[in-house]
Each structure stands twice: as C-alpha cells, then as structure tokens.
C-alpha cells in the first residue's frame, strides 16, 4: 500500500468514526446519511480528495496528504482553498466551501473560514456531520462573537478579578487558544471563573463549558461554588440559570451546560481504562504516574471533540503536563488555566499568555489575604539523626497491618531526617516538636489566646499522621475530638496501599472551618492544596516538600483573611480579625526550597545495604557471602507475596528463597569439591577426592560465588531487595531520646546566625597568636603542613566553651543562614575537620563555604592530575587505591604520618609495608607532598 493510500485509509476510518458516510464519486448517495464524504468530486479546478455534504449541501473539503507531509501541511492551505472555491460538477452557484481540512490520517488541521480571521487549527479527529450543520445554521460563529461581548459590570467584583475576566475576554477575542489567570490564593480564582463562565455562556454564545479539577474533593467544592453564584445582572443563582453537572460516572448529561470532571475521569473515559475508587481522591502531581497508566487517548464518538467550548483548569500547575495532557489535547476547545503558583511549564504550556497576574504579596497590601511569621523548631535527632546500635530490643511496626513484634535490630541502623518516620519512627521526636509548638503558641506566638489556635499539621504518610495524632492528643492531654486526621482516600495508606480506616474527611473539614473541635487537623495531602479553611492560624509542616510550587499551595492553606465576628465563632479568645498566620517550620522546610538537598553521612556499618553493594563489587570473602545469604533467608520469611514477586521479575525469574540459597549453597565444601573434580574431568585430568589441589579448589570455590553473586550486579536488585526489607518495617526507636536544641521566630533566627558569624570572626582576630590552628592559618603557606587534628581539636575547644558557645554545627548552620549562596553542604553531619573550611572561609582564603571533605577530594583530584602529567608513567591502580585511602584519613584527620598506617582500612590492607612496596620506597616523599596539598 503507498504512503497517499495508507492515508486515505486512515482518513475513511476517522470521518466514520464520526459518524460520515464515505464513498466513492461513482458510488455517490447524498441520501445515505446525514453526512456523506465523496472522494475525487470533480470540481473545475480538479478532483478534490474528499467533498463533505451535510443535509445533502456541499460544506467542506479535505484535502489528503500522506503522513510524511505532515510536518507542512500549511502549505497545502492554497490548495484547499482552491478546491472550496472552484465550482463543483453538477451543481450550479453556490458559495464558497466554508469548512477546510488539510488531513495526513495522523495529523488534522481545520479552519473555518466563517471566523473573523480564519485561522487553521490542528484537531484530534473530525467533527461529525450534525456539529458543522449546527454551526452553519447559525448567524456567527463562536469566535466571532467572542470578539462582541459586553463590558463587565464591575460591582461586587475586586479590581483583581475586574483584571482577569476583560484580560482573559481580551484574549479570546484575539482568537488565542490557551490563557493563564495567575491570581493569588485567597483572591477568588474560582469566583472570578464562574463569573468568566457565565459571560461566555450568556454572550458568547457557548455550547458546553468544562470545570477540570484533578480532586473530587475540588470538584465538589466548585459545584458548592456554582450553586451560590449569583449574575450581577440577574437576581437568580447560577445553577438557576444554567445546568451544572459535577460528573461522577461516563455519562455527560445533554442538557448540561457546565460539566465539572477530574482529569482522572475525563482520561479514563478517553482511553478506556478502569478508574479507581480512590483515583479522584489524591492530586495526580503527588501519586506520579505509573507505566500500567500508559494508555492513549482514543476517539469516544459519546464524547466527540466539539463536546466543550471552553476547558477552565482549576490549579492547572499540577497534573496536566504529561499523561493527562491527553485529555487537553482532545478537545477542539479554549483553555483557560486558573493557578496561583505557575512555574516554567504552566508558562509554556499557556504559550506565555498570561492575561492576570496578581501575586500573593500584592493580596497582602490590599488586605485580600493576611501574610505570614516562620517559627523554627529544631530538635538534635532531626537535625543529627540518630544511630540504633545492632542487637537493641525494639518494637518493629509492620506498615501494612501496623502489627508489632518485641524483637533486637539486625544490624546497626543509623537514621537521619530523611529515614524518620518511614523506616525508623522516633517518638520523642514528635513528641519533643509537638511539645515545643504548644510551648511556642502558647507564650509567643498567641500568647493571649485561652484556647488553642486551629492549626494543620502536615505528616509525611499516614502512618506518620496517626504518630503525630496519638501524640498530639497525650502531649495537649485532650480526647479524640481536639485532633483529627483528614484524608479522602478512602482508606488507602500513603506507602503500602492499603485500606486503612478514618473518619468522614467531609465532616472533619465541615467542623474543622465551623466548630470548636478539632482545633487541631493532621493530613498529608488532602487539604494541602484549594480546600478552604479560613480560620487557620498556625501551620505545622512536619514533612519536608521539594516541590516550590506545591509548598506554596501548602502554605496558602493559612492565607484566607477572616473578620472577628467570623473568627470569634471557632477561636472565642481572639480579640480581632485574623492578621496573620504562623508557618511552624519543624523540618526546615523553608530553608530546603534554597539549598541543594545532601544526603545525610553514615557510619559505615554492615548493613543489608553494604552487604549487597559489597558483593557487588567483589567483597566475595566467605563472610560476606555467608552473612548475606543468612540475611536474605530471614528477609524471604518475612516478605509479602507481592514483594517477593517483585524481586523475582528484577532478577530473571530468580526467587529471593533461591538467590540466599544459592549464596550459602556456594560456600558448602562438598558442593566445592564436587565442581572441582568435574572441572579437571572435562579439561582430561583424572582426579579423586584426596588428590585435588587447593587451586583447583580455590578456583572452583571462586566460580561458584561468582556465579551465585552474579544476580546482586544489577543495582536495580539489589535497590528493590534493600527497599522491601526496608518498607516493610518501621523501627519505633524508643533509645533515643530527643531534645529541643532551637525553637524561635526565624527573624531572630537570622540575628542569631548574624551575632555568631561576628563573635566568630572577632575571635579569630582577636586569638590568632594565641591558638596554633590559628597561627596555621595567618602563618606563611610553608608552615601549612603543620595543622594537626590536635590544633583544630584546641580551636574547636576555644569556641565551643562560654561566652561563645560556637560549635561546628552552629557555625555552619549561622553561614548558611547569613551567607546562604556561598554555603554547600549544609545538609551534611558535620566533622571536626569542618572547622578547617569555617576558618578559611571566614579569613576569604576560600570563596564558598563547602565541607572539609569536598575540598580534600578536589584538591586530591588536581594533585593527581598534575602528578600523572609529571611522571612517564600514571598511578597504577592499586596505587591509586592506597592513594585514595590516604586521601580519607588526611580528610578525616588533615594529615598522614607512618604512624596512622597502624589504624583502620590502612592496616586491613597490608599497612606500612605493603604501602612502602606499592611505592617503591617513595611513601614518605608522597606523604609529604599530599599533607601539603590536600590541606592548603
């Protein structure tokens, strides 16, 4: 078949689709159908690919290229033209075709030269016969009358919203396809919306208008929305007017002139696939999409293309950019974006037509919205993590059943902020937070107030959200209805998927915005984004969120203004309006959004994790390979039949049982021994069981673990071997306990840090003779291969004891408050010989403040180069590792002696003799020359 054929063909089977007959000229029947496609009418200009009759009238040609034209189809609009033009056979008179298609099967273009600036726009398919009828019967088409709407009575409207509804009309009337309304929380983006969708209704003229929202709790709220308002030029509501249907099955009601649908419905309509229960619950920008949602859009002929006019996308920054983009890309309609936080895609998306803009500091000064405090709680575990030490007593928490079992640790776990509450939960750690905000609240941050503020507190998993519950309830000593948790998932955990039960979220909300109780609300989620609650005043954020955008919507929970009357309902106490709400940052998540996140150091241990990467790159000693397999053998006891099933698809078909047996199996003498004898068998050597040689069994020994590590090289085994063990558990870590190191206003966090940063430079003028680290520093560049881990032991003595009181930790943390873009590394466990880059820094030796360590490396990195490019012959390998090794313990200690080759990984590896053979008697001159560099 040619290429014009296979186009032709896929072009016959979309037009019948839409409900066209297609025939052939010879076979010609204008009474076969409403809508009849004739391909090659003859014309006085030649054969036309395919003439359209609607009702038995000539309205419109299709002029059909084969698909590899279809990067250019605009220079076939001549063509087209020519054919709508020229006068048909058989017929006399007539006016010009008006609607034109350019088609290659896959890609459609169409322009309705009726329009006032006919413009062609590509489609997803054609239109059915009875929608150009429709549109031929009537006196303007939509995108003429758009250009003739009224002027906006202006009453009852904020200047804000006065902007965004004549911009967005402006817009249309330009006959532009995609407009952002960038308006800020609190200000009435939905309100300004339905005030945008009644004019087009009313005067535009417009069929059918899509409300698309990605959360049925947001969909709910814009039908509640719809219902009360009321047209400034009629005395009746909305939904008085107007029919609005909020969707919840496949059937579009008719006689709906407003549909509201999330995206998740409208895709699964589209593509065919089974929607969920709790799909409509969880904003897609949080869930992700997985590779079983990988379904296309096809054509529903129940939903065609001309189904809605206008597309408005509630909160069109999130969920709209990949998968889902399918359901925007369907219809032939006008997309109008609503969002307060648009980042670079919703910019692109919209073709960076934004036709209001109206930022959250600007609703502020004109008193639409309150503005905000940050209070920061800092505790040691949260900041440091903690380490539970192998053979501990602890509860282990399964997290599908929440089941418990009284058991000792594995192995030695150390946690940091990232690992709390997922794998390892730490309940003086929420204890110490929530302890520290009611202390905060209390005192300083509503300190007049009887009762305690309606507050949101924002939990990483379900589980956690129950912690915190619990929690809550003992440290306030209140009962059930002082704290509850909202979600609408219906019962489904955050992590494991698994129902889980709760209150009603509909009820908790309605009494969470109107009654005393809750005063306090826990959710991970649900209302992070559009639901309103005006009486919030404090903010717990006790998750950290890499997503600017979707912090913001958190944040914009607690913007909405409330007048006293209103808050005096739920808060009897509070004297006034709400002013202001407080952010109650308890993970640093304002500081997060700034800083590169770093992955917290760890004390090497042997831990499930290094025993697998171990293995990987060749720690193939019987004790690992043993402790290994023994591990996994626990680990397949334990796991889920899903889980199992996982790690037998990522390993070939291997099952994690075998993978351990295999591993124990290849240890077993016998087994050894029996592969020896057949490997000298098959080279010809006749061997028995006493005459095999200790190589021909180290060899067989070592082929037969290789062969059972082989498995644990792919990093994607061993990833998911490790999660399983790790998701399936929490540790509840009941040895350490926490302690509060910081909880303040972060305004006098900032002075804090300033005030530190100046005792810290003053200090070091004033003590330089004093300390020899410092004398290290100010000395000449000879005397640098003197620092010792002593002096900057002495130094770090000096700081931290009274007045000053100026840790490591302290110190870096107050730079990276003061000096924020100079600063790396701040998310890092700090070492003593940070000191060392705090010192540098601080006298401008270097221009940004990075760990220890990271220099060590780089300047390691140049040393070698400079090193290779002097000698004839590069580093070997084995002594780039001895190097490497040398390298850590100079980052770790700023400096080498023969003496240290006694300690640690040095000696494991053959220790000052080895190192000296390795280097042919030029250790010490390396030595030196490293010390020198690496620290300077």
Known sequence: MTPEAKARLLIDQKLETAGWVVQDQKDLNLGAGQGVAVREYPTDTGPADYLLFVDRQPVGVIEAKRDEAGHNLSVHETQTERYANATLKWRKGGTPLRFLYEGTGQIIYFTDGADPAPRARELFHFFRPQTLADWAAEPDTLRRRLT????????????????AVTGLEQSLAKNKPRALIHMATGAGKTFTAITSVYRLLKFGGAKRILFLVDTRNLGKQAQQEFMAYTPPDDGRKFTELYNVQRLASSNIDPHAQVCISTIQRMYSILSGTELAETSEDISLNEVGQSNAQAKLVQYNPRVPIEEFDFIVIDECHRSIYNLWKQVLDYFDAFLIGLTATPDKRTYGFFNENVVAEYSYEQSVVDGVNVGYDVYEIETEVTRKGATLVAKEWVDHRDRKTRARRWAQTEEDTAYGATDLDRSVVNPSQIRQVIQAMKTAVETSIFPHRKETPKTLIFAKTDSHADDIIRMVREVYDEGNAFCKKVTYRAGVDAETGQSVAGDDADSVLANFRNDYHPRIAVTVDMIATGTDVKPLEVLLFMRDVRSKGYYEQMKGRGVRSLDAEALKKVSNSADGAKTHFVLVDAVGVEKSLKTESRPLERTPTLSLDNLLKGVAVGARDADTVQSLGNRLVRLAKQLDDKALARIKQASGGIGLQDLARGLVQALDPDRVLADALDAAKAAGITRSQDTVTDAELDAAGRQRVDAACQPFDNPALRDLVESSRRDREQLIDIINTDSVTRSEFAAQAQANAEAAVGR?????ETHRDEIAALGFFYAQPYRRRELTLDMIDELHDALSRPPLMLTTEKLWTAYAR??????????????????????RFALGMDEELRPFADSVDKRFQDWVFRHNARRATAFTPEQMEWLRLVKDHIASSCRIERDDFDYAQLAGKGGLQR???VFDGQLDELLAEMNEELVA
């Open 760 to 764: 810290f430079r003053e200090f070091l």
């Open 818 to 839: 003061v000096q924020e873009s100079q600063v790396r590394g701040s998310g890092v466990r700090r070492q003593l010989t940070d000191l060392v880059s705090l010192v």
């Open 148 to 163: 003739r709407m009224p002027p906006l009575p202006e009453r009852n409207l904020r200047d804000c919203q006065i902007n």
């Open 915 to 917: 190192a000296w053979h």
